[in-house]
């Protein structure tokens, strides 16, 4: 095939989830208003009584509201990964999906687009709330927007895959809504989004060596390095390899000899 043909799928992916999107007004306001909430009720309640900063021997301390805007960005891609995800599985039982991985692109192409898209959405999104978040205060270095972009860029598609991951192994449109609030929530609290691991480490041990495994923990450090113009090396390879773990298992997932599609075949 040309590498027109490959454009043009890619393109076609991509303005058919622009579209949804877009046309998902309620998808649009509830990931722009659930980190507005976090950032105008949760941090305000802590704004007088935590002092934090990202490193413990150092005496540069932030306000609470500026140490958690990253991990509501990393929320924003975690919540649109799953959503768009959950998309996969109403295509399934409406019959697309199985249009769309029966067509001459290969399977990782076709996952590779479709993870593409989402993660565009996503940025889109964290960019409105960059907006929406000045209001309180919340301005990064102009450098750091740009800077920003690749780690929005890599951690938005491991959570995406993450996302794709469970939409291959769930048959039914009811089950996947359950199993988003089982794995959104626990990666979400039991990570550096709300507060350092070093001072998690201080009042739980346990809690602190789960964060640190935990994929989410590493995606939000990426980006809240990134967005001081900052480069975590240990975040980014975590992210790399836990976004090559799950693009394997999704596309395993998705083989129609042994995954999702041979299930939904026998069924």
């Not at 105008?40 to 509201?65: D, N, Q």
């Not at 975690?78 to 991985?101: A, H, I, K, P, T």
């Not at 740009?146 to 929005?152: G, Q, R, T």
């Not at 976004?243 to 596309?251: H, K």
Request: hydrophobic share 55%; glycine share 8%.
């Amino acid at each position: 095939m040309k590498a027109r043909a490959w454009l043009a799928c890619l393109g076609g992916i991509l303005l058919r989830e622009a579209l949804r999107w877009m046309g998902q007004r309620g998808r649009f306001i509830s990931a722009l208003v659930r980190p507005l909430l976090w950032l105008g009720v949760f941090a305000a309640g802590f704004h007088f009584v935590l002092g934090l900063s990202i490193t413990p021997p150092y005496k540069t301390y932030i306000p609470y509201e500026v140490y958690i805007a990253p991990g509501l960005c990393g929320m924003i891609q975690l919540f649109n990964g799953m959503q768009s995800s959950l998309s996969m599985v109403y295509d399934r039982e409406m019959g697309s999906m199985r249009l769309l991985m029966v067509s001459p692109f290969p399977r990782w192409y076709l996952l590779s687009a479709k993870l593409l898209a989402g993660v565009l959405v996503s940025i889109v999104q964290v960019a409105i709330f960059f907006i929406c978040a000045s209001a309180w205060g919340i301005v990064a270095p102009p450098s750091g927007y740009l800077a920003v972009l690749p780690a929005l860029l890599v951690s938005g598609l491991m959570l995406g895959a993450l996302g794709l991951v469970l939409s291959s192994f769930i048959r039914q449109l009811e089950n996947f809504a359950g199993v988003m609030n089982f794995v959104i929530f626990p990666m979400f609290f039991a990570s550096s989004a709300l507060y350092p691991l070093w001072r998690v480490g201080q009042s739980s041990p346990g809690l602190y060596w789960i964060s640190q495994v935990n994929p989410f923990t590493h995606a939000v450090e990426l980006i809240r390095f990134a967005l001081y113009d900052r480069f975590n090396p240990v975040a980014a390879a975590v992210v790399l390899a836990y976004l090559a773990l799950f693009m394997a298992l999704a596309l395993i997932g998705y083989d129609p000899g042994r995954g999702m599609l041979a299930r939904k075949g026998s069924d």
